[in-house]
């Protein structure tokens, strides 16, 4: 059974934000489980963001087609304007890791360097 999805992207933002919260969550949780800010969870709003649309979708126990039809085909690929920009991947936690193992060992590193200086 199909649900009943407001075609107005205003309507549609609220009953999104309903179903969140009738299933346990909201945007912003969503946005601490995918390590983003609230924003970027916001930004789905306005404009097309596959990462954040398919997040919310499964949240929801959905297809993205189904909540953003004129977004995605329904083969389930997004309909793009720039049809060969690739997503970005996202990050392993190594990656993650070695970001933020890197920027510190920098930053002490470069302060007794710049004391000598």
């Known amino acids: ?12 933002w609220e009953w999104i934000k309903y179903q969140l919260r009738s299933k346990g969550s909201n945007l912003s949780k ?32 959905l297809q993205p ?3 953003w039809p004129e977004r995605w085909n329904a083969d389930g690929t997004p309909s ?5 920009r690739a997503e970005k991947r996202e990050r392993t936690n190594v990656q993650k890791h070695f970001c933020a193992k890197d920027s510190v060992s920098n930053a002490i590193a470069h302060r007794p360097m710049a004391r000598r200086a």
């Open 30 to 61: 969503l946005a601490i489980e995918l390590e983003v800010t609230d924003s970027a969870v916001q930004l789905t709003k306005y404009s097309p963001y596959p990462r954040m649309e398919r997040a919310i979708a499964r949240k929801l126990k």
């Open 1 to 12: 059974m199909k649900p009943d999805i407001p075609i107005s992207p205003e309507q549609r």
């Open 80 to 84: 793009r304007q720039r049809p060969n």
């Open 65 to 67: 087609h189904q909540i």
